[in-house]
């Protein structure tokens, strides 16, 4: 539907321009050739030639080469702002009738000299000017993100404020067009939708670039498509499908409960989440004793990576105020708890284990491991991806080997691939596709391999035990990637984090 759309928009359009040409006494077939048209315009209007080479910058040209067809409707004494509304957003209608209509006539450079606009109408074209600029920058050059919870720690803190760019992965178009401007997917105040649905275009990334092992990325949730809208108890924290798990498979019970709050989001509107690439299309990644293996090799721990421990002392208590000044753990945060008389337990970085183990009233330094089948309700068994212990005895720390689907990659269809790819195959791939009495069915024809269509990604929190993650829900495609964390421009704690802003994300 979008490419019709598409292709009827540039037919239109081109077919109105060549109305124009001919109504301006110019050979009307310069009209239908790209650019060259333009070119002509610029002469019409007597601009500055530079204002046609500014349509080659990428993304912003095409935004330079509306500018300029508004202008010209002003040479056809179309000065109204609904006019020129018009212009950018039904072009492939307007300027058929301006180009065709007997009433339209060209006035050339000259009428429009003598019209002048009002004091409103300057700052209204000013407003609607800066609304259009800072959209196209929030949508295809970078965004301001805020860290919202400790999954990152500590190479990224709650309440760092930073800049995501868009041009690291390529620019992506939006999936939904019509939307609310600075808006994700909810209005403010009446918490209604942001975004229409009447138009829905393909996946598009121009100057496309693959995310690289390591990265810190910003991308939709995958498991956001559908979602029991009630942020508080629901939403990105317990999603739809981990409902239904809760409700012993029960997809009806869920309906029956939720019904009215339950809806449907398109891939640009789905949740924003913020996570380590750690595993590329093409690899296998398996986690033992949670540390991550990449291709059966031991990848890299960030620096600012932490997990938990669990800490006995020599019978000195712990000081919660010594332990933030001298070594950051915030107890208040949740990085020191204590549970018995002279144990703790205590999130640290590998540096910081290192430290602390040498430390003369550390009496032993653990770290907490989870492994099958001793594990709770969070972190291993059904609640980890592929959600079925069958084929997949897994925990947080002991997972895998998985292999990551690379696009134009084959696979056999057998049971264990048939749980670990279902919902890649289905859901984000768009096929119809069941087991069936120990067969398989790809768009009701027997199959016996699938060739995977786009590349996919394997994200996770840098705190390790305290990140809802790819371990939780499976893959990222590359349709759902928004952009790279690249910069820290604040941080707030109680005040500025002065130290960390400007600071570039690794």
């Not at 691939?417 to 024809?445: D, S």
Request: aromatic content about 16%; glycine content about 8%; overall charge neutral.
């Amino acid at each position: 539907m979008g490419w019709i759309l598409f292709i009827l928009g540039t037919l239109g359009f081109h077919a109105g321009l060549y109305g124009l040409f001919k109504k301006a006494n110019v050979d009307a077939w310069k009209a239908l050739i790209p650019f060259y048209n333009t070119w002509v315009m610029v002469d019409l209007m007597k601009k500055k030639k530079t204002w046609f080479w500014l349509q080659l910058i990428p993304i912003v040209g095409q935004f330079v080469t509306l500018a300029l067809v508004v202008d010209f409707s002003k040479h056809y004494g179309k000065f109204q702002f609904w006019e020129h509304a018009l212009v950018v957003f039904l072009p492939f209608v307007y300027l058929p009738w301006l180009g065709f209509s007997k009433e339209v006539r060209y006035i050339g450079s000259e009428g429009v000299a003598l019209y002048k606009k009002s004091s409103l109408r300057e700052w209204v074209d000013a407003a609607v000017f800066a609304i259009v600029a800072a959209t196209i920058i929030r949508l295809f050059v970078f965004e301001a993100y805020t860290i919202p919870t400790p999954s990152m720690e500590r190479s990224l803190l709650v309440n760092d404020f930073l800049f995501v760019s868009k041009l690291s992965y390529g620019p992506r178009f939006p999936n939904t067009p019509l939307s609310f401007p600075f808006v994700h997917h909810t209005l403010p105040i009446t918490g209604g939708k942001s975004y229409l649905e009447w138009i829905q275009l393909p996946y598009k990334r121009i100057f496309a670039q693959p995310v690289k092992r390591n990265d810190v990325v910003v991308f939709n949730l995958p498991v956001g498509d559908t979602v029991i809208n009630d942020e508080i108890n629901y939403g990105s924290r317990v999603t739809y499908y981990e409902a239904i798990r809760q409700a012993g498979g029960d997809r009806d019970a869920v309906w029956n409960e939720h019904g009215p709050i339950i809806i449907t989001r398109p891939v640009d509107k789905r949740e924003n989440f913020i996570k380590r690439c750690v595993a590329i299309a093409g690899d296998t990644l398996e986690v033992r004793k949670g540390i991550v293996y990449i291709n059966g090799r031991m990848n890299d721990i960030p620096a600012g990576a932490e997990s938990n421990y669990i800490l006995e002392t020599n019978g000195q208590p712990l000081d919660p105020d010594q332990m933030r000044e001298n070594y950051g753990i915030r107890e208040e945060a949740g990085e020191l708890r204590q549970f018995g008389n002279t144990q703790y337990e205590i999130f640290l970085t590998a540096d910081q284990a290192k430290e602390f183990s040498k430390l003369p009233f550390v009496k032993n330094l653990q770290p907490v491991v989870f492994t099958y089948p001793e594990y709770n309700q969070q972190v291993g068994g059904a609640d980890i991806f592929p959600n079925d212990t069958s084929c997949c005895k897994w925990t947080i720390d002991q997972y895998g080997p998985l292999y990551i689907p690379a696009k134009g990659a084959t696979i056999d269809l057998n049971e264990a691939n048939y749980k670990k790819y279902e919902r890649v195959i289905r859901t984000y791939e768009g096929n119809a596709f069941q087991e069936l009495n120990g067969k398989y069915l790809l768009n009701n024809k027997e199959v016996t391999t699938y060739t995977f269509k786009q590349n996919y990604y394997w994200l996770m929190g840098d705190n390790r035990h305290n990140s809802l993650d790819s371990r939780y829900w499976g893959f990222v495609p590359e349709d759902h990637v928004v952009g790279k964390a690249w910069m820290i421009f604040f941080s707030w704690e109680n005040g500025p984090r002065w130290k960390r802003l400007f600071r570039l994300i690794h």
